[in-house]
């Protein structure tokens, strides 16, 4: 079948129809894509099979990271989606280089082995996932730490920098970016980068909305993406502490979500994107999916409930980033900044 018979099948959106997000290069990127991390319970196979159901019902933007585990699985994925009509140049994929392939020699080989996984000739964006070289084997328990773990140091984060810049003029890569970085990081970086970061990679939802970071990221002209838009509600158990907050839950949301005759979640997605940042929420469920797309192209907030949501802010960051720590007996906050300095060694 061909692609727009099995979109009409399944009731999709019209790609078309979907809002675009411009980028430094002039480029434009869909304002929504799909996450692809299955939290280490949903099951490779599971999340290309999504991909697949996703882009038959509109979705052209896919957030994949070789850490995830699954984008040779992704890979296959994209060339049905590609053998079934969708052209390769309407497609959005993002990739990740993992933390512990920072070293100046890694860059390029890895960034290959995804595209090699992800049966791509290009990225149309690679970022720097952590600004932190410290690798841990996934799944592992948040107290863990690597013995090797280091701080950030600019200098040898703009050595990786370089590389995704020489990734760039080889052809492999559009766009590079930056993901889980501070506003003192994000400073360095674009004083001494030759070739921007197109996009910052962050937390975002109603009860995480780093406003100051936000304004930051814009006002520089990157795309803010926001992460675990939806809250993270299948997020891993060690990614959880008490404190944690469920924007899903809040009776806020609930209200609005009512009032809209939709899930939270779409309400979740519907603020992201008319705030200004382009939401990646996960599913393999097809009627989540295919919600979360619906979500931004009908029925927008009303500025009152753009308002409204916007007082909701909790400051309530859920992806803590614990196993990345490089001393004893330090704190989460260390690896954000938090007094507007970078945290020193
Ligand atoms: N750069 C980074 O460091 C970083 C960090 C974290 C995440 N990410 C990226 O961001 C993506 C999204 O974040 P996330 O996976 O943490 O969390 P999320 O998108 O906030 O939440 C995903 C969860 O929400 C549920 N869901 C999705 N749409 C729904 C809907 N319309 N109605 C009800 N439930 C819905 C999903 O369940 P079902 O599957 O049952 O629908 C899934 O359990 C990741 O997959 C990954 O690509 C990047």
Known sequence: MGESALRQKFHGINPDLVPRKSLHTGATMPAIGMGTFGSDHVRAEQVAEAVKGAAAVGHRHFDCASVYGNEREIGFALQEIIRGGVRREDLWITSKLWNDKHAEEDVIPQCRKTLADLQLQYLDLYLIHWPFPNHHPPGCDVASRNPNAK????????????????????????HIGTSNMTIPKLQLVLRDA???????????????????????????????????PIGSPGRPERDRTPEDTSPTEDPVIIQIAKRHGVHPAAVCVKWAAQRGQVPIPFSVNPRNYLANLRAVVEDPLTAEEMKLI??????????????????????????????GQITPS
């Open 151 to 174: 701080p950030y140091i600019h200098e040898s984060y703009m050595k990786t920098w370089r590389q995704m810049e020489e990734l760039v003029d080889m052809g492999l890569v559009r």
């Open 194 to 228: 030759r070739i921007r970061p197109a996009v910052n990679e962050m937390e975002l939802h109603p009860h995480f909305q780093q406003p100051e970071l936000f304004d930051f990221v814009q006002k520089n002209g990157l795309v803010p993406v926001g992460y675990s």
């Open 310 to 339: 916007a007082s909701l802010d909790r400051n309530c960051r859920l992806i803590k980033g614990q196993v990345f720590l490089w001393k004893e007996g330090q704190s989460w906050e260390a690896l954000w900044d938090m007094d």
